[in-house]
């Protein structure tokens, strides 16, 4: 697969910012919007929802000076690139429509939601001569980056498995509106999964197989925050996920998802080597510490500590993709690299619903880890 650049359309020498619209005004669109904020290369400009009420929120609470019809932000002549942040059921119909107006979009994870519809966004995004970027973008923060670059120097040796684990009691903990969650496409494996495949794949490269096993502790949930805490709803996806991957290098993986953990002290993610082991606090954030103990330590030292202020942030693999837009260069966030873990992870679907049988894989990932990113202006 390619960088996602290939023949993509000049004309941006000289030029700038990239003219952003957003779509989809729900939950993160205000972390989105701040981030962006102060990003030179980016000029959020319009936003537009499915509920004009909470397109004229957003717009009122960050000075955006055009709220268009979601079919004019689409249609938009102003704009040059759609910030998809609607739900994942919709990602691909609303993605196809921006490309087909000539706007480059970046999206909110997943790619899609099937294969065929995440295939059918790179061949129309190609053919355009367009880009595509998708979250998640964590990959690029300190957190990742460190880890990749102790993998890359050596630090232990040749890469022979990594162990990552995300496991909490589910997102109605925090999410007034959390049934889309719960939903067939959603749960822990394509709601967190995304950012953990992302990483994984990003250290140890392309997956050439997989096997899992699902199970669902309760078939209903409670909303637990917001105006309608207390209401129950159906569970329609497994809420916890056992998955094995084999990596192309011959690498071996464990990845769990769950949304039916009270608490936990697993580690979250850990490369083991030749020479020594990376223990990193986190896959699904830009940030954390990362120990490394090479075979002849006698404990971990602690690489980068975290938080930090320059950990990166939800959006910076859009900043990445308006750079590699005006630059003519290829970015990092890239569909290819989305399709990829969405084929992952719809083949660790397939496998648990086939009682772990293994799947294999068709796409690879030609530059697995990517280029460090320069730091967002002002980290
Ligand atoms: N909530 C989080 O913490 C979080 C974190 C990371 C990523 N994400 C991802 O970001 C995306 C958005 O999540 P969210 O929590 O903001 O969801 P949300 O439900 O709060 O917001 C989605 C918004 O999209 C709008 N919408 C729905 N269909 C539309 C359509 N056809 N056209 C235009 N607008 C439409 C809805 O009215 C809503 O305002 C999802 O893909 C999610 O996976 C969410």
């Given at each position: 697969?390619?960088?996602?650049?290939?023949g993509?359309?000049?004309?941006?020498?000289?030029?700038g910012?990239v003219?952003?619209?957003?779509?989809?005004?729900?939950n993160?669109?205000?972390?989105y919007?701040a981030?962006?904020?102060?990003?030179?290369?980016?000029?959020?400009?319009a936003?537009?929802?499915?509920?004009?009420?909470?397109?004229?929120?957003?717009?009122?609470?960050?000075?955006?000076?055009?709220?268009?019809?979601?079919?004019?932000?689409l249609a938009?002549?102003g704009?040059?690139?759609?910030?998809?942040?609607?739900?994942p059921?919709?990602?691909?119909?609303?993605?196809?429509?921006?490309l087909?107006y000539?706007?480059?979009?970046?999206?909110e994870?997943?790619?899609?939601?099937?294969l065929?519809?995440?295939?059918?966004?790179?061949?129309?995004?190609?053919?355009?001569?367009?880009?595509?970027?998708?979250?998640?973008?964590t990959?690029?923060?300190?957190?990742?980056?460190?880890?990749?670059?102790?993998?890359?120097?050596?630090?232990?040796?040749?890469?022979?498995?990594?162990?990552a684990?995300m496991?909490?009691?589910g997102?109605e903990?925090?999410?007034?509106?959390?049934e889309?969650?719960?939903?067939?496409g959603?749960?822990?494996?394509?709601?967190?999964g995304p950012?953990?495949?992302?990483?994984?794949t990003?250290l140890?490269?392309?997956?050439?197989?997989?096997?899992?096993?699902?199970?669902?502790a309760?078939?209903e949930?409670?909303?637990?925050?917001?105006p309608?805490a207390g209401?129950?709803?159906?569970?329609?996806?497994p809420?916890?996920v056992?998955?094995?991957?084999?990596?192309?290098?011959?690498a071996l993986?464990?990845?769990?998802?769950?949304?039916?953990?009270?608490?936990?002290?697993?580690?979250h993610?850990?490369?083991?080597?030749?020479?020594g082991t990376?223990?990193?606090?986190?896959a699904?954030?830009?940030?954390?510490?990362?120990?490394?103990?090479?075979?002849?330590?006698?404990?971990?030292?602690?690489?980068?500590?975290?938080?930090?202020?320059?950990?990166?942030?939800?959006?910076?693999?859009?900043v990445?993709?308006?750079?590699?837009i005006?630059?003519?260069?290829?970015?990092?966030?890239t569909?290819?690299?989305?399709?990829?873990?969405?084929?992952?992870?719809?083949?660790?679907?397939?496998?648990?619903?086939?009682?772990?049988?293994?799947v294999?894989?068709?796409?690879?990932?030609e530059?697995?880890?990517?280029r460090?990113?320069?730091?967002?202006?002002?980290?």
């Amino acid at each position: 697969m390619g960088d996602g650049s290939a023949g993509s359309r000049g004309g941006y020498a000289g030029r700038g910012p990239v003219r952003v619209g957003v779509l989809g005004c729900g939950n993160v669109s205000s972390r989105y919007v701040a981030n962006l904020a102060g990003q030179p290369e980016v000029d959020v400009v319009a936003c537009a929802d499915a509920d004009p009420v909470r397109a004229r929120a957003l717009a009122a609470a960050h000075a955006l000076p055009e709220i268009p019809s979601v079919d004019d932000l689409l249609a938009h002549p102003g704009l040059d690139l759609v910030l998809n942040l609607t739900p994942p059921r919709v990602h691909a119909e609303l993605t196809l429509r921006a490309l087909a107006y000539d706007k480059h979009v970046y999206t909110e994870k997943p790619l899609a939601t099937s294969l065929a519809d995440a295939r059918r966004i790179l061949d129309t995004a190609r053919a355009r001569k367009l880009r595509v970027g998708t979250a998640p973008d964590t990959f690029l923060g300190t957190g990742p980056r460190t880890c990749a670059d102790l993998v890359t120097r050596g630090a232990i040796g040749t890469p022979v498995s990594v162990n990552a684990a995300m496991m909490n009691a589910g997102p109605e903990r925090f999410h007034p509106e959390p049934e889309f969650l719960y939903q067939e496409g959603a749960g822990p494996l394509f709601d967190i999964g995304p950012y953990y495949l992302t990483v994984l794949t990003a250290l140890m490269g392309s997956v050439v197989r997989v096997g899992a096993l699902g199970a669902t502790a309760r078939p209903e949930r409670v909303v637990l925050t917001g105006p309608r805490a207390g209401s129950t709803f159906p569970v329609q996806t497994p809420t916890h996920v056992n998955t094995v991957l084999e990596f192309a290098t011959g690498a071996l993986g464990m990845l769990v998802t769950s949304f039916d953990v009270t608490a936990t002290r697993t580690p979250h993610l850990e490369i083991h080597g030749t020479g020594g082991t990376i223990v990193a606090a986190q896959a699904n954030s830009w940030g954390g510490p990362v120990l490394l103990r090479g075979a002849g330590d006698t404990d971990f030292t602690e690489v980068v500590s975290g938080p930090q202020a320059s950990d990166g942030f939800m959006g910076m693999g859009l900043v990445d993709l308006a750079r590699a837009i005006l630059a003519d260069r290829p970015a990092l966030a890239t569909a290819e690299r989305g399709f990829h873990v969405l084929e992952v992870l719809t083949a660790i679907a397939d496998s648990a619903r086939d009682g772990g049988r293994f799947v294999p894989m068709t796409s690879t990932l030609e530059d697995p880890g990517g280029r460090q990113p320069a730091a967002p202006a002002g980290r």
